[in-house]
């Protein structure tokens, strides 16, 4: 039957191994909780940055839009002075050819 038993001294040996991995396992626990507390921090910034990323595109792509009307809207103001330049030689030009005409109508008569 003494050899179903344990000594105190062992009791106590035992006890005192359980203690030191129970402390273990609880630092283990405290290191692993701030990783994860850290980790779940980085998740939220690197969220913060996409959400930060998506509207920095979403506002690109209306500065891309309004810049294109801009484009258009100086091509049109550009091109105004050359259509009256362009119609003031078309209308030299016709009255040019119509002197020339009527000089030459004119000799033709006399």
Same mark, same amino acid.
């Given at each position: 039957?003494?050899?179903?038993?344990?000594?105190?001294?062992?009791?106590?040996?035992?006890?005192?191994?359980?203690?030191?991995?129970?402390?273990?396992?609880?630092?283990?626990?405290?290191?692993?909780? %701030?990783?994860? =507390? !850290? *980790?779940?921090?980085?998740?939220?910034?690197?969220?913060?940055? $996409?959400?930060? @990323?998506?509207?920095? /595109?979403?506002?690109?792509?209306?500065?891309?839009?309004?810049?294109?009307?801009?484009?258009?809207?100086?091509?049109?103001?550009?091109?105004?002075?050359? %259509?009256?330049? =362009? !119609? *003031?030689?078309?209308?030299?030009?016709?009255?040019?050819?119509? $002197?020339?005409? @009527?000089?030459?109508? /004119?000799?033709?008569?006399?």
């Amino acid at each position: 039957m003494d050899q179903d038993f344990i000594t105190r001294h062992e009791h106590e040996e035992f006890a005192k191994h359980m203690d030191s991995e129970n402390q273990r396992r609880d630092d283990e626990n405290k290191r692993q909780n %701030k990783r994860i =507390e !850290s *980790l779940e921090e980085s998740f939220k910034e690197l969220n913060r940055l $996409a959400l930060s @990323t998506e509207r920095m /595109a979403v506002s690109i792509q209306s500065l891309t839009t309004e810049i294109t009307k801009q484009g258009e809207r100086l091509e049109n103001i550009e091109s105004k002075p050359r %259509k009256h330049w =362009e !119609s *003031l030689i078309a209308g030299i030009l016709g009255a040019i050819a119509a $002197a020339v005409g @009527t000089a030459i109508a /004119a000799g033709v008569i006399h």
